[in-house]
């Protein structure tokens, strides 16, 4: 049993700060909502789960 892990990007616009999935990103890195080019990567909150035996 192995569990699907959301290996998912988040990109925040240096403009203006939307955040952007990187599955919506279809035609490279861009801000759907001002079109601007330079998105920053951020770090999704990993959540790990505890082993309980
Ligand atoms: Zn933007």
Request: charged share 30%.
């Amino acid at each position: 049993m192995s569990s699907a892990e959301e290996a998912e990007l988040l990109y925040q616009c240096v403009r203006c700060g939307a955040i952007v999935k990187s599955s919506e990103l279809e035609l490279g890195i861009r801000c759907p909502y001002c079109r601007y080019r330079v998105l920053r990567k951020i770090r999704p909150p990993v959540v790990k789960r505890v082993q309980a035996r």
